[in-house]
C-alpha cells in the first residue's frame, strides 16, 4: 500500500523567494534538487511525463548554497 505524505508551508500569501544557484538530479531521476541563493534546499519531485511538483523546502543555510553533492548511503 503507497501512503501519501503531503506537504504543509507555513508562511504568508506569498512562498519565499528562490533563486536557484545549484541544481542535481538523483539517480533515479526522480527528484531535483535545487539550492538557491537565499541559502534554502528545495526537493522537487520528477514525474515520467517530465512533470515537476514541489516536495520539500529546507531552511538553515546563512548564506548561498552554491554547490549539491551526493552522499553515500
Known amino acids: 500500500m503507497?501512503?501519501?505524505v503531503l506537504a504543509v508551508a507555513v508562511w504568508g500569501k506569498t512562498a519565499p523567494s528562490h533563486s536557484i544557484t545549484a541544481v542535481m538530479i538523483t539517480?533515479?531521476?526522480q527528484t531535483v534538487?535545487?539550492?538557491s541563493q537565499e541559502g534554502q534546499?528545495?526537493?522537487?519531485?520528477?514525474s515520467s511525463d517530465l512533470k515537476i511538483s514541489s516536495k520539500e523546502m529546507l531552511f538553515g543555510?546563512?548564506?548561498?548554497?552554491?554547490c549539491l553533492a551526493k552522499a553515500r548511503e
Open 41 to 46: 534546499i528545495c526537493l522537487w519531485d520528477l
Open 27 to 29: 539517480d533515479d531521476q
Open 2 to 4: 503507497k501512503t501519501c
Open 33 to 35: 534538487v535545487t539550492g
Open 61 to 66: 543555510h546563512t548564506s548561498s548554497v552554491t
